[in-house]
């Protein structure tokens, strides 16, 4: 009997300390593989944001400025600008007339697919303005806010895309409907 104690002893001593090895061995495997589908995900970001300021910066872009916000309703024209992307920074041809200095812009992606870039403009006057731009597919949009110095705030939306043009049967059905 006593034989027999030793080996049963033993066999339980090796099945827990082999079972505990193999428990830290899966643990540490799924933590490996953690890392590594995070280090993949990283570089994919990566790459997809740096075809996307290539993209950017390989052709200036005409862009629609449209009344928005604050400035929705009121007799805001609407208006063309020019951006261009160079050295990691942006410039537009409305404001750089206006005393605006390209300025440094910050990139970063959304929801795995969209390049979105942000930037702050001061002119000599004191004037601020903020972008907001993304990059969807081969489509800039985004926001533009302007504040002056003495506090008038503009805002637009923008797009690469003109603006799709009121068909005069839609401006003759609003008139009917009121």
């Known amino acids: ?22 428990w830290a061995k899966e643990k540490k495997t ?3 593989q953690a890392g590594d ?5 990283k570089l994919a970001e990566k790459q997809i944001i740096e075809q996307g300021l290539a993209a950017m910066r390989a ?10 916000g604050q400035s ?5 024209p609407q208006q063309v600008d020019v951006l261009t992307f160079f050295d990691g920074k942006v410039s537009s041809k409305n404001l750089g007339s206006q005393g605006y200095e390209p300025s440094n812009y910050t990139p970063w992606l959304m929801d795995n697919q969209i ?5 702050m403009q001061s002119n000599p006057a ?21 504040h002056s110095k003495k506090g008038q705030i503009t805002e637009y939306t923008f797009s690469s895309n003109p603006p799709a043009e009121k068909r005069p049967e839609q401006a003759t059905n609003k008139s009917k409907s009121r």
């Open 30 to 32: 799924a933590t490996v």
């Open 59 to 68: 052709k200036e872009w005409t862009i629609y400025l449209v009344p928005s």
């Open 37 to 41: 589908d995070a280090a993949v995900r």
């Open 1 to 22: 009997m006593k034989g027999k104690g030793w080996v049963f002893g033993l066999s339980l001593f090796l099945v827990v300390t082999l079972a505990g090895g193999v």
């Open 126 to 146: 004191g004037d601020l303005v903020f972008w907001r731009g993304e990059l969807r597919g081969e489509v800039m949009v985004g926001f533009l806010s302007m």
């Open 115 to 119: 390049l979105v870039w942000e930037t």
């Open 72 to 76: 929705y309703g009121k007799k805001i």
